[in-house]
């Protein structure tokens, strides 16, 4: 690599030399200024913020863990209906972020939005606003506005998963084959007929593996959609949490691990299918 | 009498209309598509769910911000708390981020399957290291953590090195099983250590790549760090927390601006130190 960027010249090796003094240096200085960052943050954010005498040494840790080992399996049949919550909450919030991440997509598509100097940016900034708000902002932002339940959740995590979907349907849409397009245009079809025949048959599969992948994430998702108020998993997690009960708090954590394998498995074949 | 062709009964050929999928394959695509529809269906019903509240939910959603949330208290977020607990966020994603890259790299070479130790140990261990720390939501894993260590900033930084440990992981093993052999058999051959076949077959090729995914882990780091503290892990989302349940709306806006705004500029400086580490390869 440093070979490449060396400096031509006449005074040849000696400046060849030099320019790998300068680089060593200029590394140095990078790793002292990060090591010294790092120290600072360490000692500002553990040593200085951290409540040493409440954890009460190794043997008071050790002693909170153990709690967590004697699994409260009374609770599992309990455990069902939250977790198909769980499960049904991912999914229709996947579609629905499906559902509003078409006009988005559109929007901040290069090639096709409607109007370069309002809806390009406008799709652009929804993409980045879905994914900078965490989905438990989200969360609270809708039980505000439609109460508890399942309802604020689907919504949340279908915010969420906007700005991921729409992002890749998007660079999908830009770097299609014009070539079929083209064709279609040129036998007389008309504009839905190219969209139909021309541009979604291009993007079909990479869209089709983003939704498998993000329906994936959004389990994760949903499984702590209830510690804002909004069902499933999280809100069993919650009060088993509130009850100190922390046997079960483990088997709610379990039952999020099943429940994830089961959607990898889901997911693996199902991408497997369409690709 | 003769016969004319008028009077000979034309056969229409029978109509063939051309389909991607034939027999099998279309009752089973069909099979799929019902099912999916089906369990959709079943969501919406056992679920409760009021299909023309969703529609509404936006406009209500609009109504709620513009009413409620709408001046945003900009002296509150210009507060010197409020600005050290921003630097505080900072630091833990910056930590957190490190941290996870740290501990991820080994986890991810068990991981790999191609040139992990051994296939029957290392690799079912390192694989489900970095599974189940990524399954698990980091605010989960925050809550665990401040169940165990108590409120602060170490209950934060560990839950975000997890997070990290299980995003840079499932990349770092994605790129690991990705790479060229050849020097890897090389090394082999010639009697080298795994270890010195790590240091010098493996990584002169995914350097460049794992730096680039070092970066984005530090963005998505910093994003789960902002509501961190919402849980007790410490930073800015203690402060979103106070303000939520206090109902101050107009102060919740301005943090979810300074938030929106935090994670743009991240997102533009990850994205611009990754173009250019890109660049040098």
Known sequence: ?275 | MSITATDIPTIPAPKREWSRYRHPQSTIRFAVILAILAFLGWSVAFLNIDLSRILGAFPRLAEILATRYFPPDLDYVTDADFVRSVIRTLEMSLLGGFFGVLFSIPLAWLAARNITVSRRIAYPLGRFAIMGSRSIHETIWTILFVTVLGFGMLAGTLALTVFCIGFAGKLFSDELEAIDMGPVEAMRSVGASPLQVFQYAVLPQVRVAFTGIAIYTWDVAFRAATVVGFFGGGGMGWYLKRTTQQLESTRVAAILLVIVGLVLLAEIGSGWLRRKIGNMR
């Open chain 1, 1 to 275: 690599m440093s070979t490449i960027d060396a400096p031509v010249s006449e005074h040849g090796f000696d400046a060849y030399l030099a320019h790998k003094r300068n680089r060593r240096i200029n590394n140095w200085l990078l790793v002292a200024g990060g090591v010294a960052l790092l120290g600072w943050c360490f000692w500002d954010t553990i040593m200085f913020d951290t409540d040493w005498q409440r954890m009460g040494g190794a043997l008071g840790i050790v002693g909170t863990i153990e709690r967590f080992f004697f699994v409260d399996w009374s609770l599992l049949p309990k455990l069902v209906v939250p977790a198909l919550e769980t499960l049904m909450m991912a999914t229709l919030g996947t579609l629905l972020g499906c559902i509003l991440s078409l006009p988005v997509a559109w929007f901040g598509a290069a090639n096709v939005t409607p109007s370069k100097y309002f809806f390009y940016p406008l799709g652009r900034f929804l993409m980045v606003l879905s994914r900078s708000i965490h989905e438990i902002i989200w969360a609270l932002l809708f039980v505000g506005a439609v109460g508890l339940g399942a309802l604020p959740g689907i919504l949340a995590v279908a915010m969420r998963s906007i700005g991921f979907i729409s992002k890749i349907t998007a660079e999908a849409i830009e770097n299609i084959d014009p070539k079929p397009v083209e064709a279609i245009r040129a036998v007389g079809g008309n504009q839905f007929q190219v969209m139909y025949y021309g541009i979604v048959p291009q993007i079909l599969p990479v869209i089709i593996g983003t939704i498998i992948f993000e329906w994936d994430i959004n389990i994760r998702r949903s499984a702590i959609m209830g510690l804002v108020g909004a069902g499933g998993l999280g809100l069993v997690f919650f009060r088993q949490m509130a009850m100190f009960n922390y046997g079960g708090v483990t088997l709610v954590v379990l039952a999020v691990l099943v429940l994830i394998a089961i959607g990898e498995v889901i997911s693996h074949y199902a991408r497997k299918a369409v690709i």
